[in-house]
């Protein structure tokens, strides 16, 4: 995990999902999701920035994406095998998020499919 600066950021930022941290399950944190990034066309995409924001209840906003104020959490870089040239200006795909159930509760696999500009098959991320 990095911390991602701002300008590397050449796309919107789009929500994967929403957990309510007073009534979410374990079963619940695995999930897929579909995206699509609109990117200016004819720019060169080497990875996939993932970061969280929590409203913690009657408290404060922690964020971990690359325009907020930096803490002691990072970003985890998606790096793709290699760069995609995104021409039409879109980059569509899913990820599937999957706790490993192990002793160490953070372990989580993380899967990515990139299906537009061109097919990237999915390729598997272990975060430990």
């Not at 009534?23 to 990875?47: C, I, M, N, Y």
């Not at 095998?81 to 509760?105: A, C, D, H, M």
């Amino acid at each position: 995990m990095i911390t991602v600066p701002e300008s590397w950021i050449v796309s919107n930022r789009v929500l994967l999902k929403n957990f309510d941290l007073e009534k979410v399950r374990a079963h619940e944190l695995d999930f897929e999701s579909e995206f699509e990034l609109r990117v200016e066309p004819g720019l060169t995409v080497a990875g996939l920035c993932v970061s969280f924001s929590t409203l913690f209840p009657n408290g404060p906003m922690l964020s971990t994406s690359p325009n907020s104020t930096s803490t002691h959490w990072k970003q985890t870089v998606l790096w793709l095998p290699s760069p995609i040239v995104v021409s039409q200006g879109i980059l569509r795909g899913s990820l599937g998020f999957n706790r490993r159930y192990t002793k160490n509760e953070r372990e989580l696999d993380i899967g990515l499919s990139i299906v537009q500009p061109e097919l990237l098959p999915r390729r598997l991320y272990r975060l430990d």
